[in-house]
């Protein structure tokens, strides 16, 4: 088994201030590995590390929510509107646009909260080994430098579990007999 791990920062914030530190890893298996686990049926054990993407603030959580309100605050208008000047036989272009718009921002605010609540309910992501022969590489969020330190240790702990693993499922043990 191959690992290589790589610390980096990336800028983040409105401002660019605030900088995230990322692990990333990459996992490659050599051919008797590969051999060991097909052979094993290894493919589902796993270990855990922290997620891929840091943690939403507060003002993005209410911002999702925000944007899902004012979307369909447009669709509803822009319906009730388009009906007004429908009736009254006038052009309802523009009261179409804003609810076929309103309908799309209310979407996109959807999907967003979606995504912030799928991070808040897995904290964690599961690396197994079939995930690792598919894609060999993950990345984990870290908060700073020293957390990322402590994210490299949980990740060789990791591979070191699934190496040793591997390691004993390599062979049957024979027959043994004592006494007691």
Same mark, same amino acid.
């Given at each position: 088994?191959?690992?290589?791990?790589?610390?980096?920062?990336?800028?983040?914030?409105?401002?660019?201030?605030?900088?995230?530190?990322?692990?990333?890893?990459?996992?490659? $298996?050599?051919? *008797?590995e590969k051999a060991i686990i097909k052979?094993?049926?290894?493919?589902?054990? #796993? $270990?855990?590390?922290?997620?891929?993407? =840091? &943690? @939403?603030?507060?003002?993005?959580?209410? !911002?999702?929510?925000?944007?899902?309100?004012?979307?369909?605050?447009?669709?509803?208008?822009? $319906?009730?509107? !388009?009906?007004?000047?429908?009736?009254?036989?006038? @052009?309802?272009?523009?009261?179409?646009?804003?609810?076929?718009?309103?309908?799309?921002? #209310?979407? /996109?605010? /959807?999907? +967003? !909260? +979606?995504?912030?609540? =799928?991070?808040? *309910?897995?904290?964690?992501?599961?690396?197994?080994?079939?995930? &690792?022969?598919?894609?060999? =590489?993950?990345?984990?969020?870290?908060?700073?430098?020293?957390?990322?330190?402590?994210? *490299?240790?949980?990740? +060789?702990? !990791?591979?070191?579990?699934?190496?040793? &693993?591997?390691?004993?499922? #390599? *062979?049957? +043990?024979?027959?043994?007999?004592? @006494? &007691?």
């Open positions: 088994m191959r690992v290589s791990i790589e610390h980096n920062e990336q800028t983040s914030g409105m401002t660019g201030a605030r900088k995230d530190t990322y692990v990333t890893c990459s996992v490659l $298996f050599t051919e *008797e052979e094993r049926d290894l493919y589902q054990r #796993a $270990f855990d590390v922290g997620a891929a993407t =840091k &943690l @939403d603030s507060a003002v993005s959580f209410v !911002g999702s929510g925000v944007i899902r309100v004012v979307g369909v605050v447009m669709a509803i208008g822009g $319906f009730i509107v !388009g009906m007004v000047v429908g009736l009254g036989h006038g @052009d309802s272009t523009l009261p179409t646009t804003i609810m076929f718009v309103g309908i799309g921002v #209310a979407i /996109w605010g /959807w999907l +967003r !909260g +979606r995504k912030q609540d =799928k991070r808040i *309910e897995n904290p964690e992501q599961e690396i197994s080994i079939k995930k &690792l022969l598919n894609n060999p =590489k993950f990345t984990v969020h870290a908060g700073s430098p020293a957390a990322a330190k402590g994210v *490299e240790a949980q990740i +060789r702990d !990791g591979l070191q579990g699934l190496k040793h &693993l591997i390691t004993e499922s #390599a *062979e049957l +043990r024979e027959k043994q007999v004592f @006494d &007691l």
